[in-house]
């Protein structure tokens, strides 16, 4: 009966692959994002989707790139990993988008070695 | 571009001690301000949320206050139990959910 969802929870892997993040929320939710936290703790919005469609695209490097195949589901697929893209990513979501308390996932811990 | 600051980094107190985590930011055009916990491994918990008209939020052992013009808030906690530590977040709104964070404050409550 987790609210969001994401899997998995560790991810290791090498330079140059390709991973996918999964994230799923079950509050009914209009709105869902993709955090990064790096090393030093910061948190910092990467994208979010209201019902599917694009509304936050920070300056995130294109091998980045979201899908929400539905409004419950927003995953991250990660092409050519560096070994900067070493962080926690987390997943969240909110009723519609705006001004609203904002509901984490448990995060996805990715090494890239 | 908007700011976070939270002071101390960490925080050690020992166990019935009331407490106050500050938190300042530099741009006072913000929809609400939020404070989150977040434990070791887990994701983070939102505690309070204090929209830009209002002055504060209770819950329970948890007061946050927000003073938008100075570019400040506080989150009081009552109390303090060893439970209570974790990692306490702050971070506002500017518009569309686009929540700017700061870094934090490791609160350890000694038993």
């Known amino acids: 009966d987790t609210a969001v969802s994401q899997t998995p929870k560790y991810l290791v892997t090498q330079m140059g692959n390709d991973k996918s993040i999964k994230c799923e929320q079950n509050l009914g939710h209009d709105t869902m994002y993709w955090y990064k936290q790096d090393s030093k703790k910061f948190l910092k919005i990467m994208f979010s989707y209201n019902n599917k469609e694009l509304i936050i695209n920070e300056t995130v490097p294109n091998r980045f790139s979201p899908k929400s195949p539905d409004k419950a589901h927003l995953n991250l697929h990660i092409n050519s990993l560096e070994l900067g893209d070493s962080a926690v990513y987390f997943c969240?979501?909110?009723?519609?988008?705006?001004?609203?308390?904002?509901?984490f996932g448990s995060g996805t811990q990715l090494s890239v070695l | 571009k908007q700011e976070v600051t939270q002071i101390p980094a960490a925080l050690s107190v020992p166990e019935g001690e009331n407490l106050v985590l500050n938190c300042s930011f530099t741009d006072s055009a913000i929809y609400n301000l939020q404070w989150f916990r977040q434990d070791p491994g887990k994701g983070l918990t939102s505690l309070l949320l204090?929209?830009?008209?209002?002055r504060e939020q209770t819950s329970g052992r948890l007061n946050a206050s927000l003073d938008k013009s100075s570019g400040r808030s506080t989150l009081y906690i009552a109390a303090s139990q060893p439970g209570d530590s974790a990692t306490y977040l702050c971070?506002?709104?500017?518009?569309?959910?686009?929540?700017?964070f700061g870094k934090g404050i490791t609160l350890s409550v000694r038993p």
């Open positions: 969240a979501s909110s009723l519609r988008g705006g001004q609203e308390k904002l509901f």
């Open positions: 204090i929209q830009s008209s209002q």
């Open positions: 971070a506002v709104d500017g518009a569309n959910s686009k929540l700017t």
